[in-house]
């Protein structure tokens, strides 16, 4: 390979070396890209761009949406419905799917996205993202509906996220481990940045909103009490923790150099499976934590298995370094 590889060259290789893409996904996943380009140069804008505030509007989820919120889930409807290669999107911004107009050709695919996670952080200039998660649209569907998006995170072909950060990066995993591109503003063009991406096994720091731990069930709490209790304790080392409340910048860390992030069910709402959605942003995530050998369950089963019942489901998450999700799953097994 040359000494700079380009998103393009990256993703030819895994179609044409190793024959492990259709031509279809590689370019479906260009147009996603291509997409989260134009969110992080709307968002690079900030007041400037008239980008920032609430839109005055509440998604199906019952969340006020940010003017953000809109615009990156327009800007991903209208740089993907033409292309071709898609027969619907799902977002967390829309009530229900969108299936591909009349005039334009339909493809096999099925994409999902959160088309701006970490809202809350929107205006005061913390990193933010996208993520997005591609299925096939089952055989023999003629009119795609928002039943044929309820499949397993098994069944993701490809899955990844841009993160508008210091700098704006996307991160893939098409099932051959995962990726780091970066974004160079002078040229427009994505840079793989680093290649079988790893997040050690272990790690001495976790990522929990802890504002919430009267609210926690007991296995959470015992697991964070442990980790609190630092190298007196029984884990006998001392944890780190932080949380950026973007899904996409705390995973984006335990990528890169490993730990624990967990939103877990709790007290507040004992009927809801926890708050984060799983077609949007557990699936997505827990494929990519997954390919770089990390693991991520809902406490009780592999995310990835869970058979969705709803398109805006929710789900517990503990994700990341294997041996602390082995362990926080395990103190599950009792029940909570
Ligand atoms: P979104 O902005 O897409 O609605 O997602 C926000 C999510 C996730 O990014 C983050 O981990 C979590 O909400 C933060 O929740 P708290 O504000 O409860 O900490
Ligand atoms: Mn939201
Ligand atoms: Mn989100
Ligand atoms: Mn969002």
Redesign the pocket.
């Known amino acids: 390979m040359a000494s700079k590889v380009s998103l393009t060259q990256y993703l030819v290789e895994k179609q044409r070396e190793k024959g492990l893409i259709p031509a279809e996904l590689r370019l479906l996943l260009e147009v996603v890209a291509r997409a989260c380009k134009r969110i992080g140069i709307a968002v690079s804008k900030g007041a400037l761009g008239g980008v920032l505030g609430d839109a005055g509007t509440d998604n199906v989820q019952g ?1 006020s949406q940010k003017k953000l919120d809109v615009i990156a889930n327009e800007t991903l409807l209208e740089a993907n419905e033409w292309g071709g290669n898609l027969a619907a999107m799902a977002s ?1 911004e829309m009530d229900h799917s969108y299936t591909i107009p009349h005039r334009y050709p339909k493809g096999e695919f099925l994409l999902l996205f ?1 088309p ?5 952080n929107i205006d005061v200039n913390v990193s933010i993202g996208t993520i997005f998660s591609v299925l096939r649209l089952p055989e023999g569907v003629l009119a795609p509906t928002d039943d044929h998006f309820l499949q397993p995170g098994t069944k993701q072909v490809a899955a990844g996220y841009a993160i508008y950060g210091p700098c704006t990066m996307l991160v893939l995993t098409v099932g051959d481990g995962v990726a780091a591109f970066t974004l160079d503003r002078e040229t427009g063009s994505w840079t793989l940045t680093e290649d079988q991406i790893r997040i050690p096994g272990q790690t001495k720091e976790f990522a929990i ?1 802890a504002s919430n731990q009267r609210h926690w069930y007991p296995p959470v709490k015992r697991y964070v009490d442990e980790l609190l209790a630092g190298r007196d304790g029984p884990r006998g080392k001392d944890f780190n923790m932080r949380w950026v ?3 996409v910048a ?1 995973v984006h860390r335990i990528l890169t150099r490993g730990g624990i992030f967990m ?1 877990p069910r709790d007290r507040r709402e004992p009927d809801k499976p926890g ?2 959605r799983l077609m949007y942003e557990a699936n997505p995530m827990s494929f990519l934590v997954e390919q770089a050998g990390g693991a991520a369950t809902n406490g009780l089963q592999r995310i990835m298995e869970i058979r969705p019942s709803k398109l805006h489901e929710r789900v517990a998450v503990f994700l990341g370094s294997r041996e602390e999700v082995e362990r926080v799953t395990s103190y599950h097994q009792d029940g909570d």
Request: charged share 40%; glycine share 6%; aromatic share 6%.
């Open positions: 969340e967390e959160d701006l996670d970490g809202s809350s909103n409340a973007s899904m705390d939103y708050k984060l």
